[in-house]
């Protein structure tokens, strides 16, 4: 039976987790080391601004967009599967109450 299953269904496995902090720390250093180079060596108004504190800011935001996405796209492709396994159960149980109706009749 479809709802009788006792496993959760929205959970994410300590693998996909692991992933997304793995993919979102490497976009993360490779943001930061490619961007650091672009800037000046020394910041004309360091009082008002750093190039490299700005540069390390967005990195960690775009590596923290990356685990997200890595995330997201889990639960899809989770999502997705179920739903096959579902939309399959629903056929096997339609083929075999068709086969008893037959066998019956």
Request: aromatic share 2%.
């Amino acid at each position: 039976m479809p709802g009788s299953d006792p496993t959760p269904r929205h959970t994410l496995r300590p693998s996909s987790l692991a992933a997304a902090v793995a993919v979102g720390t490497m976009v993360w250093l490779t943001a930061r080391s490619f961007a650091a180079g672009s800037c000046p060596p020394h910041d004309a108004p360091q009082f008002l601004s750093s190039c490299r504190a700005l540069v390390g800011s967005l990195a960690i935001r775009v590596g923290i967009t990356v685990g997200i996405a890595v995330l997201v796209v889990e639960l899809l492709s989770a999502s997705l599967r179920r739903t096959g396994e579902a939309i399959d159960e629903d056929r096997r149980t339609a083929a075999d109450e068709g086969s008893a109706g037959l066998d019956s009749g």
